[in-house]
């Protein structure tokens, strides 16, 4: 049972401008350093592989999600190539986010894994993006000690 | 209104990651998933058994939004149905009573709560917390868990001599259980006889309360596996079995602003009524353990008071004679409560998951020498709430 | 018994990273908090009054919670008020507003308005009186001579002597 409309106690609200501003810390962990590192260091993708059920995991993984076998000292080198299994466009502008708008946030499948993963692909017009080209990696010259010691991945020239 | 639960529920698997700051080398789900796969070990099944995951903490504290997605990776949660709760600081005891409520209704026959905190992940604890405060009125105020106006009310009803002392003995008590608990973050090795040096010396919080009486910030994650009672003792040889739980957060209980004038704490309607409808008449004589939730030494010897309904100068008398010690009338705190370890989300899990350790005779070093058969543990969080969990040995406990 | 983590014996480096995570709110008043920070630009205290049990809510609050019914009839209560407890900071933490830390010592006071018997509203206290803090004080406001409509339009308490 509405008594009063919405519009008879309007004339008392506004809004007030707020912020939240909180310092933290994130820590890789030991499995996630070593990622990293490679990325940073080598310019090179590392990835662990399941001993039992054979999946390969990069980002990589303490244990196997699916059996929880301890898998962190089977590293493998994964190339950098890969293909785009889908991929979308931003179109808005954020402070957050690593790129200004129009730009493509791929799901790239690296050559010899199962599961794609999220990275920024760039020199390509969004337009002339297609499911399936093949990308490769592109290495930051000033590294983060993040995902973006990758800077983007590049279509492969045919 | 008595509870009457559809079938029984027992804890059948409890894993601990060991408590302490600065986890450097693991991230979160890997930090879980070793608590995750403890538990497994310790009720001999594996992840197939689990029909429910229960995952918690306290929202945003590690500044990650819904962790439970991500964490899927080290909680086996993958393809299974999940429940997310966040209650603030009772969030871990939240847990347990979910997962109990969950596997006592018949919905779930095997469920697995998992609590954690990576707090060295977060900058500020105390900053985190201020994000429950109303934004418009209250937060640039708010001091979070920290507050002395427990202190100025001891102070003021048994003197500041007598009341400071009896914080201060209540601390180092703590610190004396958590030195035999391998697994408790911070264990300074104090002595009775620092009392007054630390009265005088530990630096200033918010007025009486000093660094000395105040809860640590850890990591650490806790899972526990319950079941229903037939699965229960078929998995386990020593299930430990969830008598009843209550969880009282109400307006007038509620917050520091409501605190000088309130009809009763949040601690004492929750004992008053989980016990009345238990039938237990004498909760000092009636309990063997009690793992309190107590953030502060101040609202530790205060509490003390609310959950065993005593009145007056009972419970600091208590304090006063060692009653509370590990031989006392009721132990409490072997684990060395919330002072020394303290992942939040975790902490009030770790509640019961002690008591069902001691009832179980597996606490190792912190093991009580006494027979345990009857154990209380008691969940806090923003803001007032509390909650209050009854675990038994056997299943012949009388419905009232 | 648990095995601690061991170090490797070469030197690991172990990565972590360090942000401050700053977003941007907007809070609405609603109409019964607009009216109080309306209240608050005129050196006035509302409070909503239950109309079951009498008790008066500052901050107001359109329910009472302990009644469950409406509570929209506003009263004023006031200005001044009695000490019924107090926080006394000497140690920080980041005001979530800002990421900054405050100075200390600082104070929050909880006053149980006049004019009601269960009425308490929290705001700092002036620092030159926090020596002087003790239950039971009388307290009165001070006001900000620039008044938006916000929490800050009343700077804080002082002890009235």
Known sequence: MMKKGRNENSKDCFVVPGKMALPNQYFAGRVGSKFIIALRDSRKILGVKCPKCKSVYVPPLEYCEKDMTKIDENWVELGNEGVLTNYTVVNYRDAHLPRKAPYILGMIKLDGTETPFVHIVEGIDPENAEIGMRVKAVFADKTTNTILDIDHFAPVEE | ?400 | MMAKNEPNTQAEELISIQVVNSINYSFPTGPIMGKWFKGLKEKKFYATKCPSCGRTMTPPRGCCALCVVRSEEFVEVGPKGTVENYDIAYYSSPDPLTGKVRATPYAAVFVRMDGSDSDIFTHGIKNEDIPKLKRGVRVRPVWNDLRTGSIEDMLYFEIDA
């Not at chain 2, 700051?21 to 979160?28: I, T, Y």
């Not at chain 2, 789900?29 to 995951?53: F, H, S, Y």
């Not at chain 2, 999940?82 to 969030?91: C, L, M, P, V």
Request: proline letters at 3%.
């Open chain 2, 1 to 400: 209104m008595t509870k009457k639960k559809n079938r029984n529920v027992g804890i059948v698997g409890i894993g601990m990651t060991e408590i302490s700051s600065h986890k450097e080398d693991q991230n979160q789900p890997e930090m879980i998933n070793e608590a995750v796969r403890a538990a497994l070990a310790d009720a001999g099944i594996t992840l197939k058994d689990i029909d429910c995951v229960v995952h918690g903490n306290m929202e945003l504290f590690e500044m990650v939004h819904q962790p439970d997605l991500w964490h899927m990776i080290g909680t086996g949660a993958l393809g299974k149905p999940e429940f997310r709760i966040t209650t603030g600081g009772t969030t871990g005891m939240t847990l347990v009573a979910a997962s109990d409520n969950l596997v006592a209704s018949g919905m779930y026959d095997v469920v697995m709560a998992i609590g954690f905190n990576k707090l060295q992940e977060a900058g500020s604890t105390t900053g985190g917390i201020t994000n429950m405060a109303d934004a418009l009125w209250y937060r640039h105020l708010q001091t979070g868990a920290l507050t002395s106006t427990s202190a100025n009310l001891s102070i003021e009803e048994f003197g500041e001599e007598r009341a400071r002392k009896a914080a201060m003995k209540h601390r180092i008590m703590m610190d004396k259980h958590a030195s035999l608990n391998q697994r408790a973050h911070r264990r300074f090795g104090l002595e009775y006889n620092q009392m007054e040096d630390l009265m005088k010396n530990s630096p200033q919080l918010i007025g009486d309360l000093r660094l000395i009486h105040m809860c640590s910030q850890s990591d650490g994650a806790c899972v526990m596996i319950l079941a229903s009672e037939e699965k229960a003792k078929r998995m386990s040889k020593k299930p430990v079995w969830i008598r009843d739980h209550i969880a009282v957060h109400r307006e007038e209980t509620a917050s520091n602003a409501y605190f000088p004038l309130l009809s009763e704490t949040s601690q004492r309607v929750a004992a008053r009524k989980l016990f009345a409808r238990n039938g237990i008449t004498n909760p000092v004589e009636y309990f063997d353990v009690f793992e309190m939730y107590d953030p502060s030494a101040w609202w530790g010897i205060e509490w003390l008071r609310e959950f065993f309904l005593l009145e007056g100068d009972e419970a600091i008398k208590m304090v006063e004679n060692g009653d509370w010690d590990l031989d006392g009338k009721v132990p409490v705190n072997p684990s060395g409560g919330v002072t020394a370890s303290n992942p939040i989300s975790a902490t009030a899990m770790l509640k019961p998951a002690e008591v069902a350790l001691q009832i179980r005779r597996d606490a190792g070093t912190h093991q009580l020498k006494r027979e345990v058969r009857h154990g209380l543990a008691s969940g806090f969080g923003g803001v007032m709430w509390t909650e209050l969990m009854m675990l038994e040995k056997d299943l012949n406990w009388q419905e009232v």
